[in-house]
C-alpha cells in the first residue's frame, strides 16, 4: 500500500492563480480531510469528507473548493491565491468511525 | 466549537530525563484523544491515542493519561533519547462531528545528550 499520496510536494504561485493539491488513498477509508500549518503553529482543519459524494468546512475553508467523487480521491483547489495561503498542506485519511488518521507527506506551498 | 489548548510550547530536558506535555479541551463530547509526533520536515505520526472510557494507556516509553471530568489530557514520555526530539501534537476529536480532529499548538521537545 502506498499510503496517502500527494502532489505536487512543491509549488509557487503567483497571487490570483488557481490550482490543485492533489490527494489519494489506497486504504479504504471513508474519512479524508485538508490540514495546512503554519511555521510554528499546529494544523488547522481546511475541509473534510465523511464518504464519496460528502464534505464540510473545517476551521479555516475560506479560498478553498473541495469534492469527492470517488473513495480513494480528495483534491484541494485553490480558487484565487493569495500570499496569505503560503503554508504547507497536509491531506489525511482513517477508517469510518473515528481512529488513527494517516497524513500524506505535504505539499509546501508558496504564493508570491 | 472545540478549542485545544497545548502546554508547553517549547520544553527542553536533558537525556534520560521525563517529559510531560498537557493539553486542555472545550467540547465534553470530545472523545478520542491522540498524539502525533513531527520531525523537521516531515509528516505528522501518530505515537499514542487514548479514548475517553479509558483512563490511562501506556507503550514502552510514552504514556497518555485523560481526566474527562477537568476535561485535559497529558503525553508523558519517560527516559527521554535524542531521537525523542520534535514537536509533538496532542488532539481532540468527537464522532458525532465526523470525527473532525481539533489540534492544540504543538510542543517544540528538545532532548540534551
Known amino acids: 500500500n502506498a499510503g496517502v499520496t500527494q502532489t505536487p510536494k512543491f509549488q509557487v504561485l503567483k497571487t490570483g492563480q488557481s490550482m490543485t493539491l492533489q490527494c489519494a488513498q489506497d486504504?479504504?477509508?471513508?474519512?479524508m480531510s485538508w490540514y495546512r500549518q503554519d511555521p510554528g503553529m499546529g494544523l488547522r482543519l481546511i475541509h473534510y469528507?465523511?464518504?464519496?459524494?460528502?464534505?464540510d468546512q473545517g476551521e479555516v475553508p475560506n479560498g478553498y473548493n473541495v469534492s469527492r467523487s470517488t473513495t480513494e480521491d480528495f483534491p484541494l483547489r485553490l480558487l484565487s491565491a493569495a500570499p496569505s495561503q503560503t503554508s504547507v498542506y497536509f491531506c489525511?485519511?482513517?477508517?469510518?468511525?473515528?481512529?488513527?488518521?494517516?497524513f500524506g507527506p505535504g505539499t509546501r506551498l508558496t504564493v508570491t | 466549537g472545540e478549542n485545544v489548548e497545548q502546554h508547553p510550547s517549547t520544553l527542553s530536558v536533558q537525556e534520560g530525563d521525563s517529559a510531560v506535555i498537557k493539553c486542555t479541551y472545550s467540547?465534553?463530547?470530545?472523545?478520542?484523544f491522540p498524539w502525533y509526533k513531527q520531525e523537521l520536515g516531515k509528516r505528522p505520526q501518530l505515537i499514542i491515542d487514548?479514548?475517553?472510557?479509558?483512563g490511562e494507556k501506556k507503550d514502552q516509553r510514552i504514556a497518555v493519561t485523560l481526566n474527562k471530568t477537568a476535561k485535559h489530557f497529558s503525553l508523558h514520555i519517560t527516559e527521554t533519547q535524542p531521537e525523542d526530539s520534535a514537536v509533538y501534537f496532542c488532539?481532540?476529536?468527537?464522532?458525532?462531528?465526523?470525527?473532525?480532529?481539533?489540534f492544540g499548538g504543538g510542543t517544540r521537545v528538545l532532548v540534551k545528550p
Open positions: 489525511a485519511s482513517s477508517r469510518q468511525g473515528g481512529g488513527e488518521q494517516y
Open positions: 486504504m479504504n477509508h471513508e474519512y
Open positions: 469528507s465523511v464518504g464519496a459524494g460528502i464534505t
Open positions: 467540547d465534553s463530547a470530545s472523545n478520542y
Open positions: 487514548i479514548r475517553s472510557n479509558v
Open positions: 488532539a481532540a476529536s468527537d464522532k458525532a462531528a465526523g470525527n473532525k480532529l481539533t
